[in-house]
DNA sequence: TCATTGATGGTCT
DNA sequence: GACCATCAATGAG
């Protein structure tokens, strides 16, 4: 499988949401491959994105949103579910994506339509926060076959607090794909 | 079918 | 002590 390059998540932070459908979340944990098709992301555009985590200013737990691209963000969500985003753009930008939901390729129990139960299946938690995306054990592949995808906008999910920046289009998922979270 | 609520814990004020 | 980028179970209609 054909890793994506540090170069990839170096983009405006729409272009990897919406790149990142159809790619392959890989993560092996003790010989075991678990791996998941992307169908759903949301895209978190920095500090003055009111929804984005960082726009509470660089703290312990937004400290990796600042650093570099192509690192996983993973925290921990209502002290039960682990959510997986991925560092985008420039170091200080503060940008990221979260994946929602994938379709089970391989290894995979249980349902993945959102971002809590897509961190269960795919066992991510916190001990991964930070964990290079061009590592061998936990990185995104290039897409099987170049299928044709159509994309769907939608706002964001969750996110009502957060104004006028609730109301954009930065969620993006697979047109007519069964394992969306939310229509 | 829809709206409401409980579970559960880290982070920040 | 309040707030969450969630999910499943519950109960009303």
């Keep these: 499988m054909q890793k994506l390059p540090r170069t990839f998540y170096d983009q405006d932070t729409i272009s990897v949401a919406r790149g990142l459908l159809g790619k392959q979340l890989v993560h092996i944990v003790d010989g075991v491959e678990y791996v998941g098709k992307i169908v759903e992301t949301e895209a978190y555009l920095g500090e003055h994105d009111l929804a984005a985590h960082s726009s509470k200013g660089r703290t312990r737990r937004t400290e990796i949103m600042f650093g570099p691209p192509g690192y996983a963000y993973v925290y921990l969500i209502y002290g039960i579910y682990n959510c997986m985003n991925i560092v985008t753009e420039r170091a200080g930008h503060a940008s990221a994506v979260l994946l929602r939901a994938v379709e089970p390729v391989k290894n995979l129990e249980g349902r ?14 916190r001990a991964l926060n930070g964990h290079d995306l061009l590592s061998d054990d936990f990185f995104i592949a290039e897409a099987n076959a170049a299928e044709k995808i159509s994309i769907v906008k939608r706002p964001r ?8 920046w609730a109301k ?6 697979i047109k007519g794909n069964a394992f969306i979270s939310k229509v």
């Design 112 to 125: 993945t339509q959102g971002p809590g139960l897509l961190g269960r299946a795919l066992k991510i938690d």
């Design 157 to 164: 999910i969750g996110v009502d607090y957060a104004k006028h």
């Design 168 to 173: 954009r289009h930065l969620r993006f998922y």
